[in-house]
């Protein structure tokens, strides 16, 4: 199995075990998907998820929650709440440029409540790149 291949499924198991009635379990995923929101190139594992049409339909949706969360909070550049202390988290430029050429592509071929979440996430997208 890839590298990739072995990313994905971990990443589907986790966003599955975020929707666990097992409180450890819950937690443990979405602490696993907090870290991730900040790593290079998630945005983009997310999107691979999203397309993958043998996802359950309950992961898939609960990345496209994820998705969108990460662009509402890691999208725009912020400086650091203290004066020395290292900027927070930002999506790259190199990254942007991927999630713009694939969004409105994977919005429209999505299931309804995936859509929903894209639809927000390309509007927070277009709002911080295109302000005006």
């Known amino acids: 199995m890839g590298d990739d291949a072995a990313r ?7 966003l599955a ?3 666990s009635p097992d409180a450890t ?15 290079p190139g998630f945005s983009i594992l997310l999107m691979r998820l ?4 043998t996802a359950e339909a309950q ?8 998705f969108k969360n990460l662009v509402k909070t890691h999208w725009v550049a912020k ?4 004066v ?8 790259g430029d190199a990254e942007k440029e991927q999630v713009r050429g694939l969004i409105v592509g ?6 309804r409540l995936v859509q929903a979440q894209l639809s927000e996430a390309l509007s927070i997208v277009s709002a911080a790149d295109f302000p005006e």
């Open 79 to 82: 400086e650091a709440d203290v």
């Open 8 to 14: 994905l499924q971990q990443l589907s198991a986790c």
């Open 84 to 91: 020395g202390a290292a900027a927070p988290y930002h999506v």
């Open 17 to 19: 075990q975020s929707l």
């Open 59 to 66: 992961v898939r949706q609960s990345a496209a929650v994820t």
């Open 25 to 39: 379990l819950r937690t443990q995923a979405e602490g696993f998907l907090q870290a991730g929101t900040t790593s």
């Open 106 to 111: 994977l919005m429209l071929s999505a299931p």
């Open 50 to 53: 999203l397309a993958t049409e």
